[in-house]
Nanobody, 126 residues
Framework: QVQLVETGGGLVQTGGSLRLSCAFS??????MGWFRQPPGKEREFVAA?????????DYADSVKGQFTISRDNAKNTVYLQMNSLKLEDTATYYC????????????????????WGQGTQVTVSS
């Protein structure tokens, strides 16, 4: 049974930074990703990283240059470093995982990811 546990959310002012962590256990995974769901909106793709292949990454256009996804294989943990936070970054952030390389599926669709964490709230205030 795969378990994903997110930590690191909280309240931050505009322009600030936060780092989210997602620790997983249970089995070897192929890719990890982050999604977010703003209040009243649908869940949207944020970033993805391969796990067992080359360290390929991809980002939503809205966060390129602002967020960085990374992994620590030894700790079975994926991170999302979020800088220069804006009001529109306020959302519940979810960690997701799949057993294949994300490249082979339409990975920006939440339904393509098999495993999910419980979510962590990020609130950006002015």
């Amino acid at each position: 049974q795969v378990q994903l546990v997110e930590t690191g959310g909280g309240l931050v002012q505009t322009g600030g930074s936060l780092r989210l962590s997602c620790a997983f256990s249970g089995r070897s995974l192929g890719s990890m990703g982050w999604f977010r769901q703003p209040p009243g909106k649908e869940r949207e793709f944020v970033a993805a990283v391969s796990w067992n292949w080359s360290d390929s990454t991809d980002y939503a256009d809205s966060v390129k240059g602002q967020f960085t996804i990374s992994r620590d294989n030894a700790k079975n943990t994926v991170y999302l470093q979020m800088n220069s936070l804006k009001l529109e970054d306020t959302a519940t952030y979810y960690c997701a995982a799949m057993e294949s390389h994300y490249y082979f599926v339409d990975y920006k669709i939440p339904g393509k990811w098999k495993y999910w964490g419980q979510g962590t709230q990020v609130t950006v205030s002015s």
